[in-house]
């Protein structure tokens, strides 16, 4: 079971917990970060860092499903934003809102960064989540 919590005596976040708490026995997945290729590896939204956090989600649902996992377990994510414009980090973070990736809401750092791994790549999210007691994966 996951129980998420938002620390009275801070401010309240927009849209995530401050903490994630998870008993232990509980079987975690640490996945790498899912990245805006698509299955042939072709770069999802050339310059488009929405587009690309959509991509992004996708493949981290599917990194997910590959071990009996969904968005919905997702206990803390990483999100890298090419882009030190706050609007641009905010754009990229609506779309992890309505994801799914939020229902808990799980914890989370939005981050801008220089650049990422891939040739035009412009957003990434890590993501620590609960494998389902019998889930097959």
């Not at 938002?6 to 509980?26: D, I, M, R, W």
Request: net charge negative.
């Amino acid at each position: 079971m996951i129980r998420r919590v938002t620390t009275p005596a801070l401010f309240p976040p927009p849209g995530y917990s401050h903490v994630s708490v998870v008993e232990a026995g509980t079987r975690l997945a640490f996945l790498a970060g899912s990245v805006p290729l698509d299955g042939d590896g072709k770069l999802a939204g050339p310059g488009d860092p929405v587009r690309q956090a959509e991509q992004v989600v996708a493949n981290l649902d599917e990194q997910l499903r590959s071990v009996g996992s969904d968005l919905s377990q997702v206990l803390a994510t990483d999100v890298y934003v090419v882009s030190s414009d706050p609007a641009v980090l905010s754009a990229v973070w609506e779309v992890v809102e309505a994801s799914g990736l939020s229902a808990g809401p799980h914890s989370s750092t939005l981050i801008g960064v220089a650049c990422l791994g891939y040739t035009g790549q412009l957003v990434e999210i890590t993501a620590t989540a609960v494998v389902p007691e019998g889930a097959q994966g």
